[in-house]
């Protein structure tokens, strides 16, 4: 869709840490901050539609189980569309405990960012888009040299 890529996330994350001190020791508490858009209200009587707003805070999973589980999933996936399909600012570390991706799309907000240690993640299809130069991407054709890779649309040869 034309024009959505300027759009802002719905809901903003930041992280928080909840100190607690019992005696001379600190103990820590990571969490998060959400807020943003949670969905929309509709008026009964003239069908007009409100945003919601809303925010949290919760315990920050800081294993990123939900995370992991999800992307072990879609990583097993083998229909076109399926897959794993993200859009990052920055490459996230949990794809690197994966063994096996049939299907890899990654959207980088920024400069695409592949780290060497994905290469031991074995992968049938990449796909990437981002900010990268030919030596880059001559790089990444080095790093997987048995996938199909995409850059920015185009074939990467």
Same mark, same amino acid.
């Given at each position: 869709m034309v024009g959505t890529d300027c759009l802002p996330d719905e809901i903003v994350k930041v992280d928080l840490k909840f100190q607690e001190e019992h005696g001379d020791k600190i103990v820590e508490t990571p969490l998060e901050l959400w807020a943003g858009f949670v969905g929309l209200e509709q008026?009964?009587?003239?069908?007009a539609l409100k945003p919601r707003i809303g925010w949290m805070i919760r315990k920050k999973n800081v294993r990123n189980d939900g995370v992991k589980n999800k /992307?072990?999933?879609? =990583?097993? #996936?083998?229909g076109r569309e399926d897959g794993i399909s993200i859009r990052v600012k920055e490459f996230p570390?949990? /794809? /690197?405990?994966?063994?096996?991706?049939?299907?890899l799309k990654m959207e980088f907000t920024d400069e695409i960012d592949i780290p060497d240690e994905l290469a031991k993640v074995k992968i049938g299809e990449l796909e990437l888009s981002g900010r990268?130069?030919?030596?880059?991407i001559d790089r990444i054709r080095n /790093?997987?040299?048995?996938?199909?890779?995409?850059?920015?649309?185009? #074939? =990467?040869q």
């Open positions: 008026n009964k009587d003239n069908f /992307l072990k999933t879609d =990583a097993r #996936q083998k570390s949990v /794809l /690197l405990e994966l063994t096996r991706v049939n299907k990268i130069d030919e030596e880059g /790093l997987f040299p048995d996938t199909e890779i995409r850059v920015n649309g185009r #074939q =990467a």
